[in-house]
């Protein structure tokens, strides 16, 4: 009869460390991606705005109107919406851990 000690020891969570008053510690692997979080998301804000910063360049350089640079930006938004919108029920069916 096989012992069921190695079938356990799989279905154990993640051991976190604890403080002295029993709760748990963030360990320096957590700041790391919260670090890392913070970067991805400070960057794609500078991203999105340079759009903005350079359109006098951009509509003198290839001699672009004002409302035909607008209909531009719109589909460089309309780039992040669309995924945002799909990924979200994508993460609810397929859950975090597989995605």
Known sequence: M???DSSESTNQPAQVALS???GATPTRLRWVMIGL?????I???LDRQ????TA????QQFAVSDSAYGLILSGFMLAY????GRSGPM??????RRA
């Open 50 to 53: 340079v759009l903005s910063v």
């Open 91 to 96: 993460i609810d069916r397929v859950g975090t």
């Open 56 to 59: 006098p360049l951009l509509k």
């Open 2 to 4: 096989p012992s069921n």
């Open 43 to 45: 960057i794609n804000y």
């Open 37 to 41: 979080a913070f970067s991805a998301t």
């Open 20 to 22: 002295a008053d029993g």
């Open 81 to 84: 919406t669309v995924p945002n």
